[in-house]
């Protein structure tokens, strides 16, 4: 079964310290891996997909990493409008052709940024 | 732009009562699922469905029922209402089964 470990499970941070967060996961084959803001009480929004090993995207001050058993995504000069909680979230291609379930989410990272 | 509504927003439920859990989009996506979200875990997949017509089950179906007449809306039912089904619980969609999902904001559902 897939495994989507996120840690650390809370982080604080002051206003401009940079820092990163970890999504390790196990699947039999990465069809893509998917980076989700949640704001208290609303969906998650989606923020990044990555696909292969070595791919990187970034958005403001957010920046998505993958290599073939984790992603990053590290957070440079946060902001408190940056609080929310990350998840992130696998596609396995193989459990996708079995049981056509779609994405497997980790638990979250929940972020506050101190002004 | 409206992208993917749910109602209601909020709901408590007697044991043994049962709702219907509603999900419209205005995207025109073909895929669309039913997670729930409980504290500590991560969001787990009930049903969902390839497009009109088409329905399968997730991760966690027992005590829900979804249908599929028509491309926008993908409505849950929960039938015999029971504590354990006290959750969060979010519509998304998707335009293709490689795309990233869109989410509702979620509907609070108690069971007492």
């Known amino acids: 079964e897939d495994q989507v470990t996120q840690s650390p499970e809370a982080l604080r941070l002051q206003e401009g310290e940079s820092s990163s967060l970890n999504c390790s996961y196990t699947?039999?084959?990465?069809?893509?891996l998917f980076w989700y803001r949640q704001d208290p009480g609303k969906g998650p929004e989606f923020l990044f997909t990555?696909?292969?090993a070595g791919e990187e995207k970034e958005k403001e001050r957010l920046k998505a990493t993958l290599t073939k058993k984790e992603s990053f995504l590290h957070i440079t000069a946060p902001k408190p409008e940056d609080s929310a909680t990350y998840l992130c979230?696998?596609?396995?291609?193989?459990?996708?052709?079995?049981?056509?379930?779609?994405?497997?989410f980790g638990t979250g990272t929940s972020l506050t940024v101190i002004p | 732009n409206a992208g993917v509504t749910q109602t209601p927003k909020f709901r408590i439920l007697k044991i043994g009562q049962s709702m219907t859990l509603q999900c419209t989009q205005d995207?025109?996506?073909?895929?669309m699922y039913w997670y729930r979200q409980d504290p500590g875990m991560g969001l787990k997949l009930i049903y969902y469905?390839?497009?009109?017509?088409?329905?399968d089950k997730g991760e966690v179906p027992n005590g829900y029922n979804v249908s599929r007449s028509t491309t926008e809306d993908f409505p849950l039912r929960l039938e015999l209402a029971a504590p354990s089904q006290t959750s969060v619980y979010f519509c998304?969609?998707?335009?293709?089964?490689?795309?990233?999902?869109?989410f509702g904001q979620g509907t609070r559902l108690t069971v007492v």
């Open positions: 998304a969609s998707s335009y293709t089964m490689n795309t990233e999902a869109f």
């Open positions: 699947v039999s084959g990465l069809r893509g």
């Open positions: 990555l696909y292969s």
């Open positions: 979230a696998v596609q396995d291609n193989g459990e996708w052709l079995h049981t056509g379930n779609q994405f497997y």
């Open positions: 995207m025109n996506h073909n895929y």
């Open positions: 469905s390839v497009g009109a017509g088409i329905t």
